[in-house]
Structures are given as C-alpha cells and as structure tokens.
Nanobody, 124 residues
Framework: EVQLVETGGGLVTPGGSLTLSCAAT????????MNWFRQSPGKGLEWVSG????????KYADSVKGRFTVSRDNDRNMMSLQMTSLRPEDTAVYYC?????????????????RGQGTQVTVSS
C-alpha cells in the first residue's frame, strides 16, 4: 500500500524558514518523480515544485523560485522541501504526491497518490 506522510509544518513569522519532509512507503521510490503541491483556504491546488526520480531535475513554480529548494534521498525514501524567506501568501496545506507512472517528466502533475498534508502558516 502506497503511503505518503508529510511532516515539518508549523507557524513561522514572515522571512522565516521551514523544512518539510515526505516519507514514502509501498512503492519503488527511486523510480518515480515526486512533487509538492499546496492549497490555501478558498483556493485550488497549486503545484509548487517537482523532482525527477534520480534527483537531477528540479522544477519550481515562479512564486517560489529562488526561495524553495526540493531534494530527495532515495536510500531513505524521503523527499524534502526547504522553504526560506517565507511570506504570508505561502500559508497553505502542503502535500507531497507520487507520479502515476514511473520515469514521468518532472512537473507533469499526473499523480495517483497524495499525502494527508502538513499546515504551514506564515504570520506575524
């Protein structure tokens, strides 16, 4: 059974940093691109970042480029999102997702599993 568990969310002041983690089980993690999405109250799901199965290709939404860094550890079946210079508009529930098919192009947004999410709140 595929499971994705996000951790690391919390309350942070503007300009602060947080690192989110996604622990993956139940599939061959090293074969799949992975992504981070977020959803703010009253808004739809927004793609944030993606990383290829081997970790060599990384992509970011314009809204987070230069502030967020995605990484993965295929030995530990973990993906992370390091977030810096956080803004109030980054407030959202953050989800990690598994691509539907192995070796998909990063950022295809075609996923079949999503974690339960972790809340990030940026406020003074």
């Amino acid at each position: 059974e595929v499971q994705l568990v996000e951790t690391g969310g919390g309350l942070v002041t503007p300009g602060g940093s947080l690192t989110l983690s996604c622990a993956a089980t139940g599939f061959t993690f090293s074969s799949y691109s992975m992504n981070w999405f977020r959803q703010s109250p009253g808004k739809g799901l927004e793609w944030v970042s993606g990383i290829s199965n081997g970790g060599t290709t990384k992509k970011y939404a314009d809204s987070v480029k230069g502030r967020f860094t995605v990484s993965r550890d295929n030995d530990r079946n973990m993906m992370s999102l390091q977030m810096t210079s956080l803004r109030p508009e980054d407030t959202a529930v953050y989800y990690c997702t598994k691509d539907r098919y192995a070796y998909q192009v990063v950022g295809s947004n075609d996923y079949d599993y999503r974690g339960q999410g972790t809340q990030v709140t940026v406020s003074s």
